[in-house]
């Protein structure tokens, strides 16, 4: 399974790239391999402001729905609505093309208390 070095990890599963005071987050390779294929990503919170943890949007596999929850507090700045027309891109291009929002970091000091990738491979067991 694929965590890769340069990402931050929540132990509720999404992955984070920081980029200066913007954060791209999506769900894990483990996370979608758990859900199964998915049929639907919902984010309704575009342009708010919300605390780390809040649920940000939802997604929505064959046999599920689950929350999806804000790594870092911030303002959604962007969704991919690629998502819209090819929700099966978290399935096949989680780290890439299958990224969900974008967040403007209210507090850099959050960014500490992420995962690196060695941690959360520990946590998954994979």
Same mark, same amino acid.
């Given at each position: ?23 791209? %987050?999506?769900?894990? =390779?483990? @996370? ?11 984010? =309704? ?9 809040? %649920?940000?949007?939802?997604?929505? @596999? %064959? ?26 891109? %978290? ?27 060695? @941690? ?5 067991? @994979?």
């Amino acid at each position: 399974m694929d965590f890769p070095n340069e990402l931050k990890y929540t132990k509720d599963h999404e992955w984070v790239r920081i980029e200066g005071d913007t954060a791209t %987050v999506g769900i894990t =390779e483990f @996370a979608q391999k758990e859900l199964g294929d998915i049929v639907y990503v919902e984010v =309704e919170t575009l342009g708010e402001t919300l605390e780390k943890d809040a %649920v940000f949007g939802t997604v929505e @596999a %064959v046999k599920t729905v689950s929350d999806l929850f804000l790594p870092l507090s911030g303002e959604i700045t962007a969704f991919n609505d690629t998502l819209e027309s090819e929700p099966e891109l %978290v399935n096949t291009a989680p780290y890439g093309a299958g990224w969900m929002i974008r967040v403007k970091i209210e507090n850099q000091d959050e960014i500490n208390h992420l995962l690196d990738s060695l @941690a959360y491979k520990e946590l998954t067991g @994979a």
